[in-house]
């Protein structure tokens, strides 16, 4: 196996290894050649009487990843001579265990292990190894019997050497004798084969337990790899490695206990968190009961349990997390605190608690006497050096770094960490260096050439970032201080605080660049812009989403009403509880002096169909007549919105006759709670504005690389780990703080299954469907990370990513391929149906068929593939996995995957476990289907958000897509992302990437069904106009459109709201009704 470093323990008459952490024990049964049969891994051989036995194993063998057939290992001895044959079939890794010859003196304990790295292994070949006894020398060679072949001959052998026995010494530890029974320092030496297949086999130095003693031993190996340290315990050694380059390998925890004898048990412990490997043992006697001294009163901690949690209390209150009395007895649980009978303490799954990070302490200290302020450089026009930023573009900002405190500051083990939307390019500053943590999240820390911060100072430090800033939101808060010296983090006050220009200096310019010619807004053009939009309306017209037709005679009536009430209120079914309760927050129950009576009836051709109404207000009452419960529901919420209700007791009405049906099948917001959560009630009173609007889809996106919000039974670390955000380096407590949360925003956001089910509930009772999006391959950082402190703890079960992977990449949002699920792991595969089952059951036990589910599927990249960044080296633009094994063996096996479109063969794999499930749709971003078509899926309708905006050719984008037979939802970001700003001021908040601004006048004048005809009430990013023209094909099917509230800068409820209301209108106006003024689709003839 490719474990190195491994040692192993033996009695005099029993043997056993550690074999996957489960106990084992041998025999000392006796074959007819009176060899051991044993079909164990270590394998105890009597002196034969003939002189001559042979005996065979059998076992098992495995990596860190997955188990490997079974290996054949023969061992034949005489009494010059041991052969160690083992064969391994197909495999790629195998291990020969210790042997221990009990009647030579000479043959002692020895590990040997030997693995292929690169190459394909010839099954008929095997590894042989020869002991000498009488000048004990090791030698090795390739020997294949099929071909009767042996040899040494360097057609097979490079660099190989021998390597002397040194004379036996003895040492003794507690009541074990151990004798050295090699010498070797750690050394490799390679047996190539024709083909360039290498086998590596490494050596050291091992001891064997003989006589009784009660003396301890500590020393040094003379390569300093393997260590022994004395320790109060009895019977107790720990090995460590130091400090041993072992690639990209992932240790994790490896324990036993395994029984060496009646009253001796071994325990293994492998961590690497850094690239180091760590390796404990601890052999201890049952009557080990002392943990040492106590330094403080000199007397021995009382200690029943084997509690090794440190050789004093002092030790283990450091060491054990949480031992809140600082007593060694709480230390005892293995998920949280000292492992049982292991040297030391660690947290669950392995963790190093060198890695425990928490507020307060030196950090605070610090933070306390610092103030940060940003100082907007210039977009353009500046000498900065842009050749590592995307197309050559970069902006320049000064950090101004105060320092208030009385004494200068020396310490260089701080780091000042900060989340930016714009890759920090340089900090051209000689005392500080930077560092790109992952996503946004990067820091500054002193340079080799620091020596001190001056007291009340001030230092300005020049930066270099990526792109341009225009918005003041750009620039995140929750600064914070990491003191490596404590593991303390704090954050610098004045940027604690939703308000941005407690740590900003105002922006001064809204330009990107040169030519931008985007006009900024002032009080004078805003007033201006405005009084163009003011219309007045009569009051009889002001249902918004605008009707298909209404009917006013000359001589209609206003009346007066106190309040309206209800009849055969059962014809809407379950939506009467939604109906009452609006009706209820809205104040439009009063006196209930005007009756609404609801029918079922046939409605005219031309407004017939589903959700459909007519609406009959006079005096007498108001009808309502449709031929299904939402239609009748609409027809409700159109009477409300025109109820006057500014006073409660007096509603004014008008004689009115409405015919109404939707534009669209699908109407729909997308609200974005992964990036940064909203709250249950923020959702509810969505629903509630949706349901008066009549928008019909809320699709949830439930999970993204910043966050997974949906608790999912059976899989808790998706809620455990991946809802919530702190300063965990090894993320197994939580993600890396982003977006601005700050070291310490480690409060689980998440929906239970409950709150799940009760929002289906409430949606489902208000016309409302629920669309569940569980975003993937890509964007799914919180799943993968969460799976990964899974697989910690010993379940791989769900892993979505290969730990041998070493592919280089950076996703849009700056992360790496922690951010996609691996498609080529079975694993991945079971994760989805695990997931798909689960929420499944939740529509199930709300009574709300599961009939949608959204996949997701955009953006699986690396950006460094793209032309702009024709500047970075060649060995940084790598193809999504294409350094994963577990692919590049797919590539042989499955036809159908295509190691450049993962996102494709993804989404294929996931329509497929959704169609078992009987789920008819799969809904995902356009992006991640492109190169698919419809008959590649198994569900009945797949549809896709078309998010393509308009200047960069999203016509011909439609117009393919369309091609492909998918459904299409509009969601065009230039005109439907909320996450934009209103208008042209740096003050407002968002996003800008696809536009400078989204006003509401935007949304509302944007044609859907007629792309070309945006170029003339629009600009594009820049402020310039635009020139379309539509494709000469069919218009494409539109089955309708949605606006997207995504929340990287929205990090409250009331940012949400604010951003997202009152646009939401806008979409709900042009969902369900097409205005006049909206022109067809119009092919330019050729």
Not at 132 to 138: Q, V, Y
Not at 694 to 713: F, M, Q, S
Request: glycine share 6%; hydrophobic share 35%; aromatic share 10%.
């Amino acid at each position: 196996t490719p474990c190195f470093g491994k040692v192993q323990f033996a009695s005099k008459t029993s043997v056993s290894i550690i074999d996957e952490g489960s106990p084992t024990s041998s025999s000392n049964a006796v074959d007819s050649h009176g060899c051991s049969p044993n079909t164990l891994p270590a394998l105890l051989v009597p002196h034969c009487d003939d002189g001559h036995g042979t005996a065979t194993i059998n076992k098992r063998l495995g990596t860190l990843a997955s188990d490997f057939p079974e290996a054949t290992v023969k061992l034949c001895y005489t009494d010059k001579t041991l052969d160690l044959i083992f064969e391994a079939q197909g495999e790629t890794s195998f291990l020969v265990d210790d042997m221990l010859v009990n009647n030579d003196p000479l043959w002692k304990w020895t590990v040997m292990e030997a693995f292929i790295a690169t190459g394909d292994q010839d099954p008929t070949d095997y590894l042989e190894f020869e002991v000498a006894p009488n000048n004990m020398l090791w030698t090795g060679w390739i020997h294949n019997p099929h071909k009767n072949f042996t040899s040494k001959a360097t057609a097979f052998i490079e660099d190989w050497d021998t390597y002397p026995i040194t004379s036996a010494t003895t040492r003794n530890v507690g009541a074990m004798t151990w004798k050295s029974a090699v010498s070797l320092p750690l050394t490799m030496f390679n047996v190539h084969k024709p083909e360039g297949t290498t086998w590596r086999m490494n050596f050291f130095r091992t001891y064997y337990a003989d006589e009784d003693s009660d003396q301890e031993y500590g020393a040094w190996n003379p390569n300093k790899l393997i260590s022994f340290h004395q320790t109060p315990c009895f019977g107790k050694v720990q090995f460590a490695q130091k400090k041993v380059d072992v690639g990209s390998m992932v240790w994790s925890k490896y324990s036993g206990p395994v029984h060496v004898g009646a009253v001796k048990a071994v325990y293994l412990q492998s961590v690497s968190s850094d690239g180091s490997l760590k390796s404990r043992v601890v052999v201890a006697d049952e009557e080990c009961n002392d943990c040492g001294e106590d330094e403080s009163t000199e007397q021995s901690v009382p200690n029943p349990d084997n509690n090794f949690c440190g050789s004093n209390r002092e030790d283990a209150s450091r060491n054990c997390i949480p031992c809140a009395s600082g007593s060694l007895f709480d230390c005892d649980n293995s998920s949280h605190g000292c492992i049982k009978g292991v040297v030391e303490c660690s947290f669950s799954g392995g963790s190093d608690l060198q890695n425990s990070y928490s507020n307060g302490g030196n950090a605070e200290l610090f933070a306390s006497e610092l103030h940060v302020m940003i100082d907007m450089g210039q977009n353009f026009g500046h000498s900065a050096d842009c050749s590592m930023g995307d197309w050559g573009l970069c902006h320049t900002q000064h950090l101004i770094l105060e320092y208030r405190g009385a004494e200068d500051y020396v310490d260089t083990q701080f780091k000042i960490y900060f989340s930016t939307i714009h890759r920090l390019l340089q900090v051209n500053h000689k005392d500080f260096d930077h560092h790109h943590v992952i996503g946004d999240l990067t820091y500054i820390a002193p340079s080799t050439s620091f020596r001190r911060l001056q007291s009340r100072t001030r230092l300005v430090i020049p930066l270099v970032l990526e792109y341009w800033s225009v918005q003041e939101t750009d620039n995140m808060p929750r600064w914070f201080v990491v003191d490596e010296r404590d593991k303390s983090t704090a954050v610098i006050e004045n940027t604690n605080a939703e308000i941005v220009r407690n740590f900003l200096i105002p922006y001064t310019t809204t330009m990107k660049t040169a030519t931008d010619a985007n006009v900024p807004m002032t009080a004078a053009n805003r007033f201006s812009s405005n009084k163009k939009t003011v219309v007045e309306v009569d009051v009889s017209n002001r249902i918004i989403p605008t009707p298909y037709v209404s009917f006013i005679r000359d001589d209609a009536t206003t009346f007066d009403v106190g309040g309206i009430y209800l009849e055969n209120l059962e014809l809407l079914g379950n939506l009467r509880i939604g109906a009452t309760d609006l009706m209820y927050k809205l104040g439009a129950n009063g006196d209930s002096d005007h009756k609404v009576s609801f029918r079922e009836g046939s409605l005219p051709n031309e407004v017939a169909g589903p959700e459909s109404y007519k609406l009959d207000i006079t005096p007498d009452g108001t009808t309502i007549t449709g031929t299904d419960a939402p239609g009748l529901f609409h027809g409700l919420m159109s009477l409300v919105g025109l109820l006057d209700v500014t006073d409660i007791k007096k509603m004014t009405l008008k004689e009115i006759t409405i015919y109404d049906k939707p534009r669209f099948e699908y109407r729909g917001h997308q609200v974005d709670v992964a990036r940064n959560f909203l709250s249950k009630e923020a959702i509810k009173n969505t629903i509630d504005a949706m349901a008066l609007w009549k928008l019909n889809v809320l699709h949830l996106a439930l999970t993204n690389d910043e966050g997974w919000r949906l608790e999912i039974p059976g899989l808790e670390e998706l809620t455990s780990v991946g809802s919530k955000r702190c300063f965990d380096p090894n993320e197994e407590t939580c993600l890396l703080t982003q977006l601005g949360s700050g070291p310490d925003a480690d409060k689980q956001q998440y929906y239970t299954r409950e709150e799940y089910i009760e929002l289906l509930d409430y949606s489902q009772a208000r016309n409302v469907r629920i669309l569940p999006e569980f975003n993937m391959p890509a964007h799914a950082r919180a799943a993968v990370i969460s799976m990964e402190a899974r697989a910690k703890m010993g379940d791989d079960s769900y892993r979505l990513t290969d730990p041998e992977d070493e592919t280089h990449l950076l996703t849009i949002q700056f992360y790496d391929r922690t951010s996609i699920i691996n498609p080529c792991l079975d694993s991945s595969v079971r994760f989805v149906e695990k997931l798909v089952t689960e929420v499944k059951q939740m529509h199930d036990e709300a009574g709300v068929t599961l009939d949608s589910y959204h996949f997701g599927g955009d953006e699986a990249k690396n950006i460094l593939l793209g032309a702009g960044y024709s500047s970075y080296p060649d060995e940084l633009k790598q193809q999504p996995f294409s350094k994963s094994l577990a692919c590049q063996a797919k590539v042989f096996v499955d036809s159908s995957f295509d190691p450049e479109k993962i996102a494709n063969y993804w989404a294929i794999t996931v329509n497929r476990i959704l169609a078992e499930n009987g789920i008819g749709e799969m809904v995902a971003w356009e992006d991640g289907l492109r190169g698919t078509t419809k008959d590649q899926y198994g569900t009945q309708s797949v549809a896709v958000n078309f998010w393509e905006t308009l200047y960069w050719g999203g016509i011909d984008g439609l117009a393919n897509i369309a091609d492909d037979g998918f459904d299409i939802i509009m969601s065009n970001p230039d005109y439907l992302y909320f996450d934009f700003p209103y208008e042209v001021n740096p003050e407002e908040r968002g996003y800008y990437w696809a536009a400078r601004f989204n006003s509401v006048y935007k949304v509302f004048t944007f044609a859907p069904e007629n792309l070309a005809q945006n170029a003339e009430t629009s600009t594009d990013r820049d402020g310039k106009e635009m020139s379309i023209q539509t494709p000469n094909v069919s218009m494409p099917v539109i089955r309708g459109m949605q606006g997207q509230t995504w929340s990287e800068t929205i990090r409250t409820d009331d940012q949400y709201y604010e951003m997202a209301f009152p646009r939401v209108m806008a979409v709900a106006e042009r969902a369900w009704h097409r205005a006049s003024w909206e022109l067809d689709w119009s092919p330019l003839e050729i």
